[in-house]
């Protein structure tokens, strides 16, 4: 029972995890995208001191935002449980660490930014710029296409939603750092696979029991 209880709350930890997720990289990604600016003329830029705090912010933010991802992932995985498809799930994993590692290499990269003394880096913004909507949209387009693929599979995802997965895997994938603020659509994506989770399972939570 008590084993049982747990497996049911899992939903509810995913759906939560992935809310937490999407506002806070949402949020991170709008700040750099103002406080970095990535146009024509950013080499000569310089980073106010309201830049620099927007920036500083976004860097307090994303290791939250990886902690929950982290979470949301590990509960995505739990309901799967042993009739995972190994080459599938591998995939699934591997993408949403490697996602993780790279967010987190990309904050560091932004960190020089408030080393600079009031200069924009453009290297610094460069290599952040690389590792955000280059390799970590990347890695999330892999993410969004195998839970898609894991959901539909399963049946446990609507049609609609598995189709919007899709596309936006492919939106990640191919557009990339092509298309500004595209980066925008994996915590979207997130944000809707979450609300579907917390308003979809709710029903089987309050599901009475029934006795063998």
């Known amino acids: 029972m008590e084993r049982k209880h747990k497996r049911l709350a899992t939903p509810w930890a995913a759906g939560v995890a992935g809310a937490v997720f999407a506002i806070l990289m949402a949020t991170a990604i709008v700040l750099v995208r103002i406080a970095l600016p990535d146009g024509v003329n950013a080499d000569e830029a310089t980073v106010d001191a309201g830049q620099r ?19 949301f992932m590990g509960a995505l995985r739990e309901q799967v449980g042993e009739r995972e498809d190994k080459f599938v799930s591998t995939v699934f994993l591997g993408s949403g660490l490697v996602f993780v590692a790279t967010l987190f290499g990309a904050a560091a990269a932004a960190s020089s930014v408030l080393d600079e003394g009031g200069q924009g880096s453009s290297f ?89």
Do not use: C, K, Q
Not at 53 to 71: D, K, M, N, Q
């Open 53 to 71: 705090s927007a920036v500083r912010t976004a860097l307090e933010l994303i290791p939250f935002a990886g902690i929950a991802f982290l979470w």
């Open 124 to 212: 610094g913004r460069d290599v952040t710029y690389a590792l955000l909507t280059t390799y970590a949209m990347r890695m999330a387009a892999v993410f969004v296409i195998t839970t898609s693929t894991i959901g539909h599979r399963f049946g446990v995802l609507p049609r609609p939603l598995t189709v919007i997965g899709y596309l936006a895997g492919l939106t990640l994938l191919v557009v990339g750092a092509n298309v500004p603020w595209s980066e925008l659509v994996f915590p979207a994506w997130v944000l809707a696979l979450s609300l579907n989770i917390l308003w979809g399972r709710h029903p089987a939570v309050s599901r009475p029991a029934t006795s063998t």
